[in-house]
């Protein structure tokens, strides 16, 4: 069974950090691209980033370059979305997701249930 179980969100200030984890598990891990997604309230889902699991090549929406890093583990099947200088437009519910192609748009298999991040200004 594919499982991919985010977690690290919660209620920050602005200005503030958080990392957040997704661990996958029920499929060849490095076959896959994980991908980053949030949305807000009243908005469409959005990619936020996306790493390829074989050659670790990344990508980020212009909103959080310089600000957002993904990396992978892939010994131990999971991806993490570092994010520092949060903004109060960060909010939303931020999901992973494993796909085939490695791509900010939603062209992923499979998906996680989501981790609530709050930035208070």
């Known amino acids: 069974e594919v499982q991919l179980v985010e977690s690290g969100g919660g209620l920050v200030q602005a200005g503030g950090s958080l990392r957040l984890s997704c661990a996958a598990s029920?499929?060849?891990?490095?076959?896959?691209?994980i991908g980053w997604f949030r949305q807000a309230p009243g908005k469409e889902r959005e990619g936020v980033s996306c790493?390829?699991?074989?050659?670790?090549?990344?990508y980020y929406a212009d909103s959080v370059k310089g600000r957002f890093t993904i990396s992978s583990d892939n010994a131990k099947n999971t991806v993490y979305l570092q994010m520092n200088s949060l903004k109060p437009e960060d909010t939303a519910v931020y999901y992973c997701?494993?796909?085939?192609?490695?791509?900010?748009?939603?062209?992923?298999?499979?998906w996680g249930q989501g981790t609530q991040v709050t930035v208070s200004s």
């Open positions: 790493i390829s699991s074989s050659d670790g090549s990344t």
């Open positions: 997701a494993a796909g085939r192609v490695v791509t900010l748009e939603a062209l992923y298999d499979y």
């Open positions: 029920g499929f060849t891990f490095d076959d896959y691209a």
